[in-house]
Structures are given as C-alpha cells and as structure tokens.
C-alpha cells in the first residue's frame, strides 16, 4: 500500500493560528472556551469557545466576496501551504473540504431567496476557496456529522492510494452561530459550565469554532515525518441522534483500523478521542476502547480546550495528535477530574511525556457514524 | 483486485415517477414532494411508523433504497460488509430552513437533528442494520466518476462487500433520488458498474 505522510498542518483556532501557536497554548492549559453572555447569538449565557477578533482571518483581500466562513478555511489553508512544497495549481494536488453547517448563518441575517440558497450552498464555498488558491482541481465536499474531519483525511489517503492523485489538501471549519447553538441548546446537549470529557460531573458539550488543515502525500521528501496509516468508517445502526449502547461499532472502526495498519494494541501509544463530554458519547467511546483491548492506553479529549469544533474538529484534534507524536507529549484532558465511565480507560489527566509512536484517533456523530484514523512516525 | 462489479438494482426518484431498474413503478402527478413521498409511502404499503417522522430528504432516500432493495437478499452479507456512500447538492438546507424557521419560536430538536445530510444514511443503516462503510459528499451535479472510484475503491479492498450508493437531493419543490446497488456477483439484470452506466441510468429519468 502506498505511504501517505502529512506535509504541513494547521489550526486556527481561539487558541491559536499556527499549529505551534496552538500546541504551545496547550502545554501551558490554555484553553479558548470562556462564558459568553449578552452575545447576539443566544440570550442565555452559554459557555464555548469562540474567536473574540477575527484579526488572523480577517485581512484576506476581497473582504467582502468571503463570509467569515471561508475565510476561516482560507487562512488555514494558506499557512499550511506556506509551510509546504505541494502545489494547488498542480494536476495531482486534490482539494477537500469538511464542514458541517457551512455558510448556514446567512440563514440568519438574509432574506429568502433562490440566490441566497446559492450563496450558502457548500459547492459555491468550496469552488470560492479552490479558485482563490488556484487548485487545478474541482473540491470535493464531506459533510458527515461529527466524523467529516476524519473521514475528510481517510477520503483523501484514498484518492491518493488509488493512484489519482499524489497530494491532498485538507481542510476543514464550521462556525459558531445562532442556528448550531439553538439546536444543541434545543437538545439540551449544552453544558452548564466548561466541558468535563470523561468526568463523573460532565454535562454536556462546548461548542467551539476553528478551522485546521491538513496536507498528504505520497512523496516521502516532503513529508514532516509523519504518516496517516490506516482509518475507517462504521455505522450503529441504533439511533440517528444517540449513540450505541454498546461501543461495538466504534469499536468496529477502530479494530479494523488496526488491522489495516497492520497494528496490535500494544503498538497504540496514545488515543485521542472524542470525547464530547456527553454522559452516552463518552460512556459508548469507553465501552469501544475496551473492545478493542486499548483501556491502558492513555487517552485524551480536547474538547476542554477548542469545544466540539464540529467539521473541524477531526482535523484539529487530528493535528494537535500529530504535534503530539513529533514532540513526545500528550496533551491532558482539560476539565476531567474524577472518572466518570463505567469502563476502565486511560484518562490523560496531567502532560505525558514519552517516545511515542502510534495515535490512534476516533469520531462518532449524529447519523450513527463512527470513524476511526491511524497517525505515527514513519 | 479490481475485478468487475455490477450495479444489481437501481431506484430512480424524479418528476413524481419512481423507477425501479429503469420501469415505473409509482406516479403520482401534480404534487409537493411531501405529499408525494407518502403516497408513494402507502402506494408500497410500507410498515415503517418512523418515515412519518423524517424530514423530506430521510423520507426521499429511505424510500428510494426501499424500492432499490425490494428482493435483495440481505443475509448473504454480514452488517459490516454493506456500505452506503451518497451525495447531493444541496446538503440538507431543505431542513436547515425550515428548522430556522422554528428558532424564531421555539427550536425543534426534532428538526435540527436532521440538519446535516447524512442523516438519511442513519437512516436506512437503522432500517436495515447495515454497519459497514458510510460517507456523505457535496458535489454542484451527480459526480458519477467520483461514485464510482469511491466506491470501487472500498469494494475492490474488500471494505465493503456491497454498497449502496449515489444521489438524494431535495430543496423546496426540487427533488431526485437516483440509487444504484453495486455488488460482486452479476445478475440477469444487472449491468457492469461503470460511470458511464452510473451516468445512463441517472440521465434516463430527468425529471
């Protein structure tokens, strides 16, 4: 099988705005989720991580053709490019976008119209982001819940193994607005205070906005000394908006991920998870690490420091676990203090530092998806 | 590794004709999408308590893949060997407006739960307790040659065994549903899974 490895990367996020921005703000417990209250998005107070400027992304030229969103995705992507010999404008180099709601916020502040449904719809961001890089390829566009992130970084290793193409890039972002909040505010989904992944108090999510990218390839001279291995998808088949009671379909995913790589679960160094602090999610993510045979892995969730970033959140959480790989160090699961799962797992708590080798990294979301991605040194 | 694959069954959904392997099997002129997917809901005699409580796009693609598998033999495969991979343009704004429109009162969680396209995966995954592969894309029109690759692509390395896939799109009166079934054995009926066959079937029925 061909070896894919990761080029360059990159996170904007209320934490940061380069990939090493956003690690080091993590070594030092820096986390982007504060109360909010007043805002223009909800008249309750609601905790999450939103950007208080815009400055890093808003000084891209033609302010006016981009929304807040595509901007997001344009500035992540240029740095990751900055950082990268891969070409846009080449034939091999494919474009592929991960959101969940998109542009969806214009909902909001326009009046209905056929030409406003144009203007929300992912193709007209996607094909505004290709044109503004010059990609010589037309984007293609995941949008899967929760798992798009990861299934975005599987969809281009594919495109690459299948000989189409030699380089990726990959880019995810969603942004926080009235509509994404009231729905999860609806489904009384929103903790009350900053999110506690795994924790016997958790109460729900944060949400979180960002965006992060990701470029593959197949050309080992320009990779970063990172490859993306093996991943999969699975389906519960249980429940559209909660997830399984057993885990075995997480579980799915990842041991077929494993198998894939050609991996035991002793050559896993770390996990990390979603973890959205939802009392089923991570009760259902416990019972598949256990499955799997991975509960002495340690395992981690991010979401204390970017919230749930939705169609970002697998490449953010992706990145983060590849610094995490390069620098030896994995990140502690901000807001869990005492165990919360009926399974025993590995819960990251303070920075550990080790030689580590394999990441593996999981998703589940709404739909009944789950996805599982390997990262390790080459 | 890349031996042929068929596409077995095929469902179109378009201009209020449903199409089963290229015959009408439904009509129901003259009507909004809504009102149509349930008569054609009852027209099959369908015992399935929750389509009522789908949105257009989940009624559109489970009703497509019902008529697609009418006769498919589901216990030859196990639940992780089948796989659907679909797409649209449009995503699932058909819902996002009409759940926008709750926000102004009170937010349905009914609603906004179906905000997100592959939704109507979940779906037809519950109905039939398919595990295997999934995935949703956004592409301006049917991207036959990206179904295909995809798709073979997971088939030939033995992810999946069979696959549902291809095109459920709605938004306001404007709908099409064309799904294909892709297996590895042939039948009387089936025909070599191909773009250009991907792209036959899709254009015979332009509705």
């Not at chain 1, 969806?104 to 503004?132: C, F, G, Q, W, Y």
Request: aromatic fraction near 8%; proline fraction near 3%; charged fraction near 20%.
């Amino acid at each position: 099988m061909t070896d894919i490895f990761i080029s360059a990367d990159n996170i904007i996020s209320p934490v940061g705005f380069t990939t090493a921005d956003n690690f080091q703000q993590l070594l030092k417990n820096v986390s982007g989720i504060k109360m909010h209250t007043g805002t223009a998005i909800s008249e309750q107070p609601f905790y999450a991580a939103l950007f208080e400027n815009d400055q890093a992304f808003q000084n891209i030229s033609e302010q006016s053709k981009y929304t807040r969103f595509e901007k997001l995705l344009i500035a992540s992507i240029s740095d990751a490019l900055a950082k990268s010999k891969v070409d846009p404008a080449d034939k091999r180099t494919a474009l592929i976008i991960s959101t969940t709601k998109g542009n969806v916020s214009l909902l909001e502040t326009e009046e209905p119209s056929a030409e406003l449904n144009k203007r929300i719809s992912l193709n007209t961001s996607a094909r505004l982001v290709a044109d503004h890089f010059h990609f010589a390829n037309a984007p293609v566009i995941v949008s899967n819940a929760c798992i798009s992130g990861i299934l975005a970084i599987l969809t281009g290793m594919r495109l690459i193994r299948s000989g189409r193409y030699d380089h990726a890039v990959i880019a995810g972002a969603d942004v926080i607005t009235r509509f994404v909040l009231s729905g999860f505010q609806s489904f009384q989904a929103i903790s009350t205070s900053a999110c506690k992944p795994f924790d016997a108090n958790r109460d729900g999510i944060n949400l979180g906005e960002g965006a992060g990218t990701m470029i593959l390839t197949s050309r080992k001279e320009y990779s970063n000394g990172i490859k993306a291995s093996a991943g999969s998808v699975s389906n519960d088949a249980n429940h559209i908006s909660g997830p399984s009671r057993t885990g075995e379909e997480l579980n799915l995913a990842i041991t077929r991920t494993m198998n894939a790589a050609g991996l035991s679960a002793t050559d896993i160094d770390f996990i990390s998870a979603h973890g959205t602090a939802t009392v089923y999610n991570d009760e259902m993510e416990a019972k598949a690490i256990n499955l799997a045979g991975l509960q002495s892995i340690p395992v981690n969730s991010l979401k204390g420091y970017y919230g749930h970033t939705l169609g970002a959140a697998g490449l953010i959480e992706s990145v983060i676990s590849i610094q995490s790989l390069k620098e030896n160090t994995v990140i502690p699961t901000r807001g869990f203090g005492k165990m919360g799962v009926t399974q025993p797992v590995n819960v990251c708590s303070s920075l550990y530092k080790s030689e580590l080798t394999n990441c593996l990294k999981t998703a589940s979301g709404f739909g009944g998806c789950n996805a599982a991605i390997l990262f390790g040194k080459e | 590794m890349s031996k042929e694959k068929y596409i077995t069954s095929s469902c179109i959904i378009a201009g209020q004709v449903i199409y089963k392997n290229g015959q009408p099997v439904f009509k129901c002129p003259a009507t909004e999408p809504s009102e149509f997917l349930v008569s054609a809901y009852r027209h099959f005699a369908l015992q399935y308590p929750k389509f009522h409580k789908m949105d257009n796009l989940a009624k559109l693609g489970w009703l497509a893949n019902e008529v697609l598998l009418d006769g498919f033999d589901k216990e030859k495969y196990k639940p992780e060997d089948v796989g659907i991979v679909l797409s649209n343009a449009s995503s699932s704004l058909d819902t996002d407006i009409k759940y926008y429109e709750t926000v102004k009162s009170i937010p349905s969680p009914a609603l906004f739960v179906y905000t997100l396209p592959n939704i109507v995966i979940g779906e037809i995954s519950i109905r039939h307790q398919f595990k295997g592969e999934n995935a949703f894309f956004i592409f301006n029109e049917f991207n036959a040659g990206f179904i295909e690759q995809y798709v073979s692509d997971l088939v030939n390395n033995n992810i999946l065994q069979a696959c549902i896939c291809g095109w459920v799109e709605i938004l306001g009166d404007s709908y099409k549903a064309a799904l294909f079934l892709v297996e590895k054995d042939k039948t009387a009926d089936s025909v070599i899974f191909t773009e250009e066959n991907l792209n036959n079937i899709y254009q015979l029925h332009n509705g």
